[in-house]
């Protein structure tokens, strides 16, 4: 894809982190962007923003969750624009028994982390996806133009290991699912791409995730953390990721090049790069991971 001038690109996920660079780096190019996250103070911070530097944006409060809300997403994107050319899936969080591992806090085992933290990661990390695949890909397939689908993995649905099982699962199951699209989309004479984005540590708030799961998706043996717990953890994410972190800018411009280059797999941390090629390896020397 060559074309952005005008242009229309959906992104969940918006207004923070990857989400936020991804739509601001779209504008920039002269695209017109609608902006859907859960978070609605934090979506109409990132809308007023972005029109106080005249791009032309949407907001739109979306739960991807919830195929309706998806649905209705699309439904006012079409309003707006007409067409949708570019769709980055990338919505996603992270439970809490799972961010106290990113951490550096112990690892909760699997068989006890809480069935409501299974729900709530699945439903936004994995249905989030399936129900943008659902919803866009009629619309784009359609109009027969250029069009590209991001989907957000993670280096963790590439590799293995004992920490985040839940989240660990849901990107693997990203990465496989982006690579049937992409194949079956090779088989139509259709102009549209797919990629699948999987970053190491980014300088975003997926720590905090928790700050947006539904009152209905709290266990009960376990509290929602207050406000200063919040903020606290924020600090040590920061000071943990700060260093070593890309900027959300960095990997949007790495997204703004594999849409260019029709590119599948974006791993912007060549770091992990090993870690990949031993569980290759393992796994095609039937070797214990």
């Given at each position: 894809?060559?074309q952005?001038?005008?242009?229309v690109?959906v992104?969940t996920?918006a207004?923070s982190?990857?989400?936020k660079?991804?739509?601001?780096r779209f504008?920039?190019?002269?695209?017109?962007?609608?902006?859907?996250?859960?978070?609605?103070?934090?979506?109409?911070?990132?809308?007023?923003?972005?029109?106080?530097r005249?791009?032309?944006?949407?907001?739109?409060?979306t739960?991807?969750?919830r195929?309706?809300?998806?649905?209705?997403?699309?439904?006012?994107?079409i309003?707006?624009?007409g067409?949708?050319?570019?769709v980055?899936?990338?919505?996603?969080?992270?439970?809490?028994?799972e961010a106290?591992?990113?951490?550096?806090?112990?690892?909760?085992?699997?068989?006890?982390?809480?069935?409501?933290?299974w729900e709530?990661t699945v439903a936004?990390?994995f249905?989030?996806?399936v129900?943008?695949i659902?919803?866009f890909?009629?619309?784009l397939l359609?109009?027969?133009e250029d069009?590209?689908?991001?989907?957000?993995?993670?280096?963790?649905?590439?590799?293995?290991?004992?920490r985040?099982?839940?989240y660990?699962?849901?990107?693997?199951?990203?990465?496989?699912?982006?690579e049937?699209?992409?194949?079956?989309?090779?088989?139509l004479?259709?102009?549209?791409?797919v990629?699948v984005?999987c970053?190491g540590?980014?300088?975003?708030?997926?720590?905090?995730?928790v700050?947006?799961?539904?009152?209905?998706l709290?266990?009960?043996?376990?509290?929602?953390p207050?406000?200063?717990?919040?903020?606290?953890?924020?600090?040590e994410?920061?000071?943990?990721?700060?260093?070593?972190?890309?900027?959300?800018?960095?990997?949007?411009?790495?997204?703004?090049?594999a849409?260019q280059?029709e590119?599948f797999?974006?791993l912007?941390?060549?770091?992990?790069?090993?870690?990949?090629?031993?569980?290759?390896e393992n796994?095609?020397?039937?070797?214990?991971?």
């Open positions: 894809m060559q952005f001038e005008g242009r690109a992104v996920g207004a982190g990857m989400g660079a991804f739509a601001e504008a920039i190019a002269g695209m017109k962007v609608v902006l859907a996250d859960v978070e609605q103070e934090a979506l109409e911070t990132a809308v007023r923003e972005f029109t106080q005249e791009f032309d944006v949407l907001g739109v409060r739960d991807v969750a195929p309706e809300a998806v649905e209705e997403l699309a439904r006012r994107a309003d707006a624009y067409k949708i050319h570019v980055c899936n990338n919505a996603g969080v992270a439970a809490d028994s106290v591992s990113l951490l550096g806090g112990a690892v909760v085992p699997m068989w006890e982390q809480p069935l409501s933290d709530w936004v990390n249905w989030g996806v129900h943008g659902r919803t890909l009629p619309l359609a109009h027969g069009g590209h689908v991001v989907n957000t993995a993670s280096i963790a649905g590439l590799t293995s290991g004992p985040l099982p839940i660990g699962a849901t990107k693997h199951a990203v990465v496989r699912l982006s049937a699209l992409h194949l079956q989309l090779a088989g004479p259709s102009k549209v791409k990629s984005l970053p540590g980014v300088n975003t708030r997926i720590a905090l995730s700050r947006n799961r539904p009152a209905e709290w266990d009960s043996a376990a509290g929602r207050t406000a200063g717990e919040l903020a606290a953890r924020e600090q994410w920061a000071a943990r990721t700060g260093p070593t972190g890309l900027a959300p800018e960095a990997v949007a411009e790495q997204v703004f090049q849409i280059n590119q797999y974006i912007p941390h060549a770091e992990y790069d090993e870690a990949v090629r031993t569980r290759m796994i095609l020397a039937r070797r214990n991971p």
